[in-house]
C-alpha cells in the first residue's frame, strides 16, 4: 500500500500497491486519452517524452517525489520533458506551489482541465506520456522504474508495437467479455449471471487497503439507499484470496455477493483497474455505465442515474434521473 493519507473527505484517494498493480501489455492497441488539446505543460510539450507529476501541496506522495523530479529534470535524456501539475480537490482552488524547480514545467491545474482528460483519481499519479501523447504509464513515483520506462520508449522504433506499462480503464458504453471468477465457495460465477436482471455494481476492494475497509460501510449504506432495486451488488476482492477474505466480508458486508480475484488478473485484464476502492456499473449485457473511484456521494449519484428509481434506467435502455458527474 502507498504512504498517502486521506487530506480531505471529497480527496478520492486510492490503495495503490506499487510495482504490483501495473502491468506490462504487449501489443495494444493504443489511442489518445484525450478528445480535445490538452492546455498548458502537457499540450506545450507534446512531441517530446513527458514525465509529470499530479499531484498536491502538502500531500506526503506528492512531497516525497518532488525531490526525484528535480533530480531526474537536470540529468533526464534528450527529448525528454519534465512536468509537474498541482491540482485541487474538486471545488477548490489552490496558491501558486511552493519550491518549483526551474527545470521543471510547472501548470496549476485550478479548473483541473487536465486532470480531467487525463482521469487523474489518486494523490499522487506520475504520468509517462511518449511523443504522441499517449499515456504509456500512469502510477507511483518508483524511480528506477521511472528511468527504465522512459529508456525504453525512447529506444522504440517507429515500427514497433507500444508497451503499455499500466492496464487502461474500459471506456463507458463498452461491453465486458463473460469472465467467469470464483465466489467464496469456490464455485465459477459468470459475469452474465451477475449481471442477468438489471445490472450489477462491482465493488473492487481490498481488505490490506485502509480506504477499502473504510468504504465498505458506505457500500451497507448504498445497499440500504437501493434496497428495492433490482440489480446485483458485488464485492471483487482485488489480489486477495479466499482464505483471506471470507471471514472479514461475512462480517462485514453480510448478504453480498464475493467473488474473488486474487492475482489481479482479471480487474486488471478486464476493467484496467489499477487501484482500489473502485466501482463499476454494468447493465444486463454487461455493458459499462460508470466507472470512477469509489466515494459514497459520487458512487449514490451514478447509481441513481444508471438504474433509475425502478432500478432499471439506463441499464435498460431507459434514462434515469441526471446528476453523475
Do not use: W
Not at 5 to 11: D, R, Y
Not at 123 to 146: H, M, N, Q, S, W
Not at 254 to 275: E, H, M, Q, R, W
Not at 282 to 306: E, N
Amino acid at each position: 500500500m502507498n504512504n498517502e493519507h486521506k487530506i480531505a473527505p471529497v480527496m478520492l484517494v486510492l490503495c495503490l500497491i506499487l510495482g504490483v498493480t501495473s502491468c506490462s501489455r504487449e501489443g495494444v492497441k493504443t489511442k489518445e486519452l484525450v478528445a480535445a488539446p490538452v492546455p498548458d505543460v502537457i499540450a506545450q510539450n507534446k512531441g517530446n517524452v513527458i514525465v509529470a507529476l499530479f499531484g498536491i501541496p502538502g500531500c506526503p506522495g506528492t512531497d516525497q517525489a518532488i525531490p526525484f523530479l528535480e533530480e531526474y529534470s537536470k540529468t533526464k535524456p534528450k527529448g525528454v520533458v519534465v512536468c509537474r501539475v498541482d491540482v485541487p480537490f474538486p471545488g477548490e482552488k489552490l496558491d501558486k506551489a511552493r519550491n518549483i524547480s526551474p527545470n521543471i514545467n510547472y501548470a496549476l491545474d485550478n479548473d483541473r482541465a487536465i486532470a480531467g482528460r487525463l482521469e487523474f483519481f489518486f494523490y499522487p499519479t506520475l504520468y509517462i506520456l511518449d511523443k504522441d501523447g499517449i499515456v504509456r504509464f500512469a502510477g507511483g513515483c518508483e524511480p528506477d522504474r521511472v528511468r527504465t520506462m522512459v529508456s525504453e520508449i525512447l529506444s522504440e522504433g517507429p515500427s514497433v508495437e507500444k508497451k503499455m506499462y499500466t492496464p487502461q480503464l474500459v471506456n463507458v458504453g463498452e461491453i465486458i467479455p463473460d469472465i467467469k471468477m470464483p465466489d467464496m465457495e469456490g464455485k465459477e460465477t459468470s459475469l452474465s449471471s451477475l449481471c442477468s436482471n438489471y445490472g450489477s455494481v462491482l465493488f473492487f476492494s481490498s481488505t490490506a487497503c485502509v480506504f477499502s475497509v473504510s468504504a465498505l460501510n458506505d457500500l451497507e449504506k448504498l445497499k440500504k439507499d437501493f434496497a428495492d432495486k433490482k440489480f446485483s451488488r458485488v464485492i471483487v476482492s482485488f489480489g486477495q484470496g479466499v482464505n483471506e477474505v471470507k471471514g472479514f466480508y461475512s462480517e462485514k458486508s453480510p448478504g453480498s455477493i464475493v467473488v474473488i480475484d486474487a492475482d489481479k488478473s482479471v480487474s486488471t485484464k478486464y476493467f484496467g483497474v489499477p487501484a482500489v476502492p473502485f466501482l463499476y456499473i454494468l447493465d444486463k449485457d454487461r455493458k459499462v455505465l460508470d466507472r470512477r473511484p469509489f466515494a459514497y456521494d459520487v458512487a449514490k449519484t451514478a447509481i441513481s442515474k444508471a438504474y433509475g428509481t425502478d432500478g432499471c434506467g439506463s441499464a435498460c435502455g431507459t434514462a434515469g434521473p441526471t446528476g453523475a458527474g
